[in-house]
């Protein structure tokens, strides 16, 4: 038998190291693999750098938190970070709200968005005398349900209605003010937020001055407030407002107040048109066609409007009641009489 020669002996070997040789190729290759994925993986979880607003509606799940965040740029990936929720736990913990967030990973975001802590809170002001249809106008722009908001307040159940409030609608005794809702917060806590803090001003004090001014209840002082608040130009004129209608009604007057035809015919005080005859329109809120308070407030009041009725200015320094009053040229002018109101309006209202 002829003994292997050296080359014969060669290419064995050498073919004994070519299944190594692939062995280590596809190791190297898985192992790039893996790393290209780890690496795409980290990619698609880190900062994108943006910035954006959003809003988690109530009752979200991972997977719409995933994609609202991935549309607005703040993930590059709303899948991943939906799994990277459900894997954690922490979809169980999302919090409903408004954020303003950056893009800085998937879990500094989930953390965002799950921290017990973090208050999710919107500031929110509301003009002294505006109507409940603008108030539920600025929550709709802030995401708050301000549809909701307004269909309670003009049918409000049991459980949202004041005792003091006799009207139809909570118009009135949603007080004016700055607050602080959770994004989160139900026109129900809204309404009572805003009809709780009206309370305060519903003063034993308060109510002990109602009678000497010829006002029978809360109701009719809030709905008078309300006038006079639309009618005043400043702070300064409210008290000689409130004394020209208390006046007035006492003396069985009708009140004649602009803003009351406007918001019974549902419109705002400059689109009132004497040419089409928004006067002599007969609505419960028309005090030029009817005497006395209109059925309810007009708007809702503030802390100053309310203080000016209890504590009005009904007489001049000869002790003469005022009756009627002018605006003009920046000015409140008041008269006792119908002739100096007249003569008032042709000096200074009709120049």
């Known amino acids: 038998m002829d003994e292997p020669t050296p080359l014969s002996e060669a290419s064995t070997q050498e073919r004994s190291r070519t299944p190594n040789r692939w062995i280590l190729r596809g190791v190297l290759a898985m192992f790039l693999l893996l790393a290209g994925l780890m690496g795409y993986l980290l990619y698609l979880m880190g900062p994108t750098g943006a ?83 603008e108030m539920a106008q600025r929550l709709s722009e802030h ?13 409000p159940t049991p459980e949202l209605r004041l005792p003091e409030a006799e009207g139809p609608t909570l118009e009135g005794y949603l007080f004016p003010a700055t607050y602080e809702f959770p994004m989160d917060a139900t026109p129900e806590e809204i309404i009572r937020t805003m009809t709780r ?63 009351t035809v406007a918001y019974g015919l549902g419109k705002r005080l400059p689109e009132l048109d004497r040419n089409a005859g928004d006067f002599t329109k007969d609505t419960p809120y028309n005090t030029y066609t009817r005497r006395g308070l209109p059925p309810g407030p007009i708007g809702n009041p503030g802390a100053e409007a309310l203080r000016a009725v209890l504590n009005p200015v009904r007489t001049n320094e000869k002790g003469q009641r005022y009756l009627y009053f002018l605006h003009a040229q920046g000015r409140l002018f008041l008269n006792v009489d119908f002739q100096g109101h007249l003569r008032d309006t042709a000096r200074y209202y009709l120049r």
Not at 143 to 155: I, T
Not at 238 to 253: T, Y
């Open 197 to 259: 803090r009206m309370a305060q001003e519903f003063t034993p004090e308060a109510l002990e001055r109602l009678p000497s001014l010829g006002l029978k209840s809360v109701h009719a002082w809030v709905t008078l407030a309300s006038i006079v608040q639309a009618e005043a130009a400043n702070p300064g004129e409210k008290p000689f407002i409130a004394g020209v209608f208390l006046n007035r009604l006492e003396l069985g007057m009708p009140l004649q107040a602009d803003p």
């Open 143 to 155: 995401n708050l349900d301000g549809a909701r908001f307004l269909e309670l307040v003009n049918q």
């Open 51 to 133: 910035a954006a607003e959003v809003q988690i509606s109530r009752g979200s799940g991972a997977q719409a938190v995933g994609r609202l965040l991935e549309q607005a740029g703040l993930v590059r990936s709303g899948y991943l970070f939906a799994l990277y929720l459900r894997f954690s736990g922490l979809d169980k913990a999302l919090k409903p709200g408004f954020y303003r967030l950056e893009g800085k990973g998937v879990r500094a975001i989930a953390l965002t968005l799950t921290d017990p802590s973090r208050p999710l809170r919107v500031r929110i002001t509301f003009p002294e005398g505006w109507r409940a249809s």
